[in-house]
């Protein structure tokens, strides 16, 4: 398995992203795709996941109402829609792969992408 993520920017407080990952090779009947986050000096955070093939979803408190993880299996791409960004949300996102349903701990993830960058200014 392996991920592409893409969309990351520099958006102002209040306004919104979407990402993108791209998934290629072979994945599980039931498994993950999750999106975490790290910022400076900071461990990976879990930010939501998604569960194939139920579509099961959850998600941070932190990030509760403000983002929407979706998949598009068509595309074999899941995104995360970031609505209402604060600069608390400025982190390096990643998105990520685990053979096991409903993971949402980060040592559950096996397949990691590449970070892509969310710069939130005040």
């Known amino acids: 398995v392996q991920l592409q993520a893409s969309g990351g920017g520099l958006v102002q407080a209040g306004g919104c992203l979407r990402l993108?990952?791209?998934?290629?090779?072979?994945?599980?009947?039931?498994?993950?795709l999750g999106w975490f986050r790290q910022a400076p000096g900071k461990e990976h955070e879990f930010v939501a996941s998604?569960?194939?093939?139920?579509?099961?979803?959850s998600y941070a408190d932190s990030v509760q109402g403000r983002f929407t993880i979706s998949r598009d299996n068509a595309r074999n791409t899941i995104y995360l829609q970031m609505n209402s960004l604060n600069p608390e949300d400025t982190a390096v996102y990643y998105c990520?792969?685990?053979?096991?349903?409903?993971?949402?701990?980060?040592?559950?993830?096996?397949?990691w992408g590449q970070g892509t960058q969310v710069t939130v200014s005040s």
């Open positions: 990520a792969y685990s053979g096991r349903p409903g993971a949402t701990s980060s040592y559950e993830y096996g397949v």
């Open positions: 993108s990952c791209a998934v290629s090779g072979r994945t599980f009947t039931t498994s993950s």
């Open positions: 998604i569960t194939r093939p139920t579509r099961r979803t």
